[in-house]
């Protein structure tokens, strides 16, 4: 079911001046905006939705109907009484213009709405028909979001800076967090993979090529891509499994990690159409030595979770196996490898560019206004700096001491 948000509408057609702009000219006056917080609602518009996906180039497979529709799903299922889902839409007529979907997030401190499946997702983005100025959209979006499901702020985590919502942000969001970046490899730029790793430097291919002969002197080494759906569940088991259990060592966490519930969402998505999953492993005389699984949507491929064996780090298991990554999704015909937040050594080897990202936020009330700037702007980047700087050793005893990741 939907319903409609208590925007004024009628002053909207009295004024005759839409505020949202399609290149230089406006678009039609019979503008609504509406809210979507049932899984009935969002199949009614799915299709809608769908197709403005496919206007889409960049990198939105978190503001997906299909993500929107896993995240439903695992909710649902696990029972959550506290999720509370709030998506905007824009229509013009009939047609769907633009699509922010949310969820209201309720602690002791503070409301906030964030992005939907926001433990778990990477990116914040919207979604917005091709040719619609960013600013009028998003401005009207987030009017709607407030009013329906009043919080103290809202906040966007890992904004791409070439996406939608980087252009659209209101003039008086605040940056909290660090800086951070995302290599991406643009594969539409080569006619085929051997072209793309010609680009890659001469020695960096030949100590690739030197580690896989002495792996291979040693046994049998081979890609494989797991096709069914008990496979991809393996793949998915593993990765997270050693994810964690190195994070531990580190005495590191992350926002998906530190939730229970992510290993259980993440084997929600083995099966599912609508958002696929590409599971691959690099096995080493029939052990998976370095693994990683993601997603594909709209002819990108998502890397969401890897692992490897750091036995066999004199190798670079990661780096080995990532070319063969890139090389099956070549294969596929994708346009592109998004290799996501952070920024490591052994993706930077294989990316063509690094998009810059920052945490956004928009303070609503007096109170989201001070705990933005005293503890998201404020406190946690320095806790952080100061725990990430102290040894590996001497870290992890500290959050095992305390029961707490960072």
């Not at 399609?22 to 809608?48: F, K, S, Y």
């Not at 920024?343 to 928009?362: F, G, S």
Request: aromatic share 6%; proline share 4%; with cysteine.
């Amino acid at each position: 079911m939907t319903s409609l948000s208590a925007l004024p509408r009628t002053d909207e057609r009295r004024s005759g001046r839409p505020t949202l702009v399609l290149d230089t000219q406006a678009v039609h006056h019979d503008l609504r905006t509406e809210i979507i917080n049932t899984r009935a609602g969002l199949e009614l518009i799915a299709a809608q939705w769908e197709g403005l996906e496919t206007q889409a180039d960049g990198a939105v497979l978190f503001q997906s109907c299909g993500w929107a529709r896993a995240v439903f799903d695992f909710e649902t299922a696990r029972g959550n009484d506290e999720f509370d889902p709030i998506i905007v839409t824009i229509f013009d007529g009939k047609r769907l213009l633009a699509v922010l979907p949310l969820e209201r997030i309720r602690t002791r401190v503070r409301t906030v709405l964030a992005p939907i499946g926001h433990a778990f997702s990477q990116y914040s983005d919207v979604m917005v028909a091709s040719g619609i100025e960013p600013a009028g959209a998003v401005a009207r979006l987030l009017r709607a979001a407030i009013q329906a499901a009043p919080c103290d702020a809202v906040s966007f985590l890992k904004v791409r800076s070439d996406s939608v919502l980087a252009r659209g942000m209101p003039a008086d969001h605040i940056v909290t967090g660090t800086v951070q970046g995302a290599p991406y490899v643009a594969l539409d730029a080569f006619s085929d993979f051997n072209r793309y790793f010609a680009t890659i430097k001469p020695k960096t291919r030949k100590n690739m090529r030197n580690a896989r002969n002495r792996l291979e002197r040693d046994g049998a080494v081979c890609h494989q891509i797991a096709e069914t759906t008990q496979d991809r569940l393996g793949v998915i088991n593993r990765t997270l499994s050693g994810r964690a259990e190195r994070l531990k060592d580190q005495g590191l966490t992350s926002r998906a990690f530190s939730d229970s519930a992510f290993t259980d969402f993440c084997q929600s998505l083995a099966g599912r159409q609508d958002i696929p999953v590409l599971a691959m492993s690099l096995h080493h005389k029939g052990e998976a030595i370095a693994e990683q699984w993601g997603f594909i949507h709209n002819h990108r491929y998502y890397a969401f979770v890897a692992s490897r064996d750091f036995s066999n780090s004199d190798e670079s298991p990661g780096k080995l196996h990532l070319g063969e990554v890139l090389r099956a999704c070549a294969d596929r015909g994708l346009r592109g490898a998004d290799l996501m937040v952070p920024v490591m050594p052994y993706k930077r080897t294989w990316a063509t560019e690094t998009v810059t990202v920052k945490d956004y936020a928009l303070p609503v009330t007096p109170r989201g206004l001070l705990v933005l700037n005293l503890w998201d702007r404020l406190l946690r980047p320095a806790v952080k700096h100061l725990v990430l700087n102290m040894p590996a050793g001497l870290r992890g005893l500290l959050m095992k001491l305390t029961g707490r990741g960072l």
